[in-house]
């Protein structure tokens, strides 16, 4: 199934209506003066963010929207009714420009935020509006202004629900490429990812979240050791945080506790609040491990570290565990919807402008096959 993140639209507001030239005529009353009333407006177009909706596919098939346009005035002072206003349903972090201008309109970032794209054209007078003392019988009317219309590009930025966390070499990107069609390089040396890459993961039909795979990070992040803590600035919005950590590292003196507190410790160094965000553990790489001595690493793990929160043990190379952790953050991010934040907070974040992201289109979709979740904290007592 194909990921739609853009579409190109068109929008046309309704043209005002035409306002009316008549003048009154009743039975004993000559000459009566103009009664001629105004056009109504047009209806106009807005976009709206809506958080049940998530993709722009409707966009590429229905291309053309119109509002309505408004009735022209008539006699005996009838003013035109106004059209109806039309409003465009689309994912919350749909990003909409000017297609020929390339100009910004809106960001739509938040659950029923508002962009007013196409203005209806105002109604035109009626020739009541014309009266005067040297003209009193007017015969004058305006048509009603054109509405406006444009043409628009549209484009879905999502915002990740999950992000990954963890030292270099951990398997972060392996993981996203496991659960996902995204293909950041995958390499066996540190900072093989420099940017970050999201990741849309498909758990069933019509179930998907999105994981942001960013660079990894080391001690000392925050004073600008490997590529800094900058990165984590991505986790701020994400819903939960999925700590990778390596299980069995290449160097054996490499101690996977003391690399998984070094990482705890910049997150709470970066900010409070990342370090509060709900975080779970995957143990990686159980592939390395003989079968024998799995349980007993892991059991061990988890007791040095002091963890009581989830933990999965996965190999993101070879897929196990996987498909199970991906089930359980679906039905984590289900019963923890993402809450709406109030209007204009979006944009008065600290960095200015949210940390919004192009997702990776999705032709493919790949998931490994169920395994049964190896371990959760319940099962370790
Ligand atoms: N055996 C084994 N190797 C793994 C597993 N996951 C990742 N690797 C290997 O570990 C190395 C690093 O993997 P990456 O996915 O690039 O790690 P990363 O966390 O994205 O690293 P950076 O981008 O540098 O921060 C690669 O050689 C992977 O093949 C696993 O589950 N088992
Ligand atoms: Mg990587």
Request: with cysteine; glycine share 12%; net charge negative.
């Given at each position: 199934?194909?990921?739609?993140?853009?579409?190109?639209?068109?929008?046309?507001?309704?043209?005002?209506?035409?306002?009316?030239?008549?003048?009154?005529?009743?039975?004993?009353?000559?000459?009566?003066?103009?009664?001629?009333?105004?056009?109504?407006?047009?209806?106009?177009?807005?976009?709206?963010?809506?958080?049940?909706?998530n993709?722009?596919?409707?966009?590429?098939f229905?291309?053309?929207?119109?509002?309505?346009?408004?009735?022209?005035g008539?006699?005996?002072?009838?003013?035109?009714?106004?059209?109806?206003?039309?409003e465009l349903?689309?994912?919350?972090?749909?990003?909409?420009?000017?297609a020929?201008?390339?100009?910004a309109?809106?960001?739509?970032?938040?659950?029923?935020?508002?962009?007013?794209v196409?203005?209806?054209?105002?109604?035109?007078?009626?020739?009541?509006?014309?009266?005067?003392?040297?003209?009193?019988?007017?015969?004058?009317?305006?048509?009603?202004?054109?509405?406006?219309?444009?043409?628009?590009?549209?484009?879905?930025?999502?915002?990740?629900?999950?992000?990954?966390?963890?030292?270099?070499?951990?398997?972060?990107?392996?993981?996203?490429?496991?659960?996902?069609?995204?293909?950041?390089?995958?390499?066996?040396y540190?900072?093989?990812?420099?940017?970050?890459?999201?990741?849309?993961?498909?758990?069933?039909?019509?179930?998907?979240?999105?994981?942001?795979?960013i660079?990894?990070?080391?001690e000392?992040?925050?004073e600008?050791?490997?590529?800094?803590?900058?990165?984590?600035?991505?986790?701020?919005?994400?819903?939960?945080?999925?700590?990778?950590?390596?299980?069995?590292?290449?160097?054996?003196?490499?101690?996977?506790?003391?690399?998984?507190?070094?990482?705890?410790?910049?997150?709470?160094?970066?900010?409070?609040?990342?370090?509060?965000?709900?975080?779970?553990?995957?143990l990686?790489?159980?592939?390395?491990?003989?079968?024998?001595?799995?349980?007993?690493?892991?059991?061990?793990?988890?007791?040095?570290?002091?963890?009581?929160?989830?933990?999965?043990?996965?190999?993101?190379?070879?897929?196990?565990?996987?498909?199970?952790?991906?089930?359980?953050?679906?039905?984590?991010?289900?019963?923890?919807?993402?809450?709406?934040?109030?209007?204009?907070?979006?944009?008065?974040?600290?960095?200015?402008?949210?940390?919004?992201?192009?997702?990776?289109?999705?032709?493919?979709?790949?998931?490994?096959?169920?395994v049964?979740?190896?371990?959760?904290?319940?099962?370790?007592?």
């Open positions: 199934m194909k990921f739609v993140d853009e579409a190109f639209i068109e929008v046309y507001a309704g043209d005002g209506g035409s306002g009316a030239a008549s003048f009154r005529r009743e039975k004993f009353i000559p000459r009566g003066g103009p009664d001629g009333g105004d056009g109504g407006r047009g209806g106009s177009i807005y976009l709206i963010a809506d958080r049940n909706i993709t722009l596919v409707d966009y590429r229905l291309r053309i929207f119109r509002a309505q346009r408004g009735e022209n008539r006699g005996s002072d009838q003013y035109g009714r106004g059209g109806d206003d039309r349903r689309v994912p919350v972090g749909t990003v909409v420009s000017d020929e201008t390339g100009e309109l809106a960001d739509l970032a938040h659950h029923e935020a508002r962009a007013l196409a203005k209806g054209g105002r109604g035109g007078w009626g020739n009541l509006h014309y009266k005067s003392s040297t003209n009193r019988a007017p015969r004058q009317f305006q048509p009603g202004e054109k509405g406006e219309a444009r043409r628009l590009h549209l484009e879905l930025k999502v915002l990740a629900d999950i992000g990954l966390l963890g030292m270099p070499n951990a398997g972060k990107s392996t993981l996203i490429r496991a659960v996902s069609a995204a293909r950041p390089k995958v390499a066996d540190p900072f093989t990812t420099l940017a970050p890459n999201l990741g849309v993961v498909r758990v069933d039909m019509d179930k998907s979240f999105v994981m942001a795979d660079p990894g990070l080391i000392g992040a925050a600008g050791a490997g590529l800094g803590h900058q990165f984590l600035r991505h986790l701020q919005r994400t819903r939960l945080l999925l700590h990778i950590v390596d299980l069995a590292p290449f160097d054996p003196e490499t101690d996977p506790v003391r690399e998984a507190r070094a990482i705890v410790e910049e997150l709470r160094r970066y900010d409070e609040a990342l370090y509060h965000k709900p975080r779970w553990l995957a990686n790489k159980i592939d390395m491990i003989d079968e024998a001595e799995r349980d007993a690493r892991i059991a061990d793990f988890v007791q040095v570290f002091g963890w009581t929160g989830p933990v999965y043990a996965i190999s993101a190379l070879t897929g196990n565990g996987c498909a199970a952790l991906m089930r359980a953050i679906s039905l984590w991010l289900d019963e923890h919807p993402a809450e709406a934040l109030p209007p204009g907070m979006e944009d008065e974040t600290e960095e200015g402008a949210p940390v919004v992201l192009t997702p990776t289109p999705i032709d493919v979709h790949t998931s490994a096959p169920p049964p979740v190896k371990f959760k904290q319940g099962d370790l007592s």
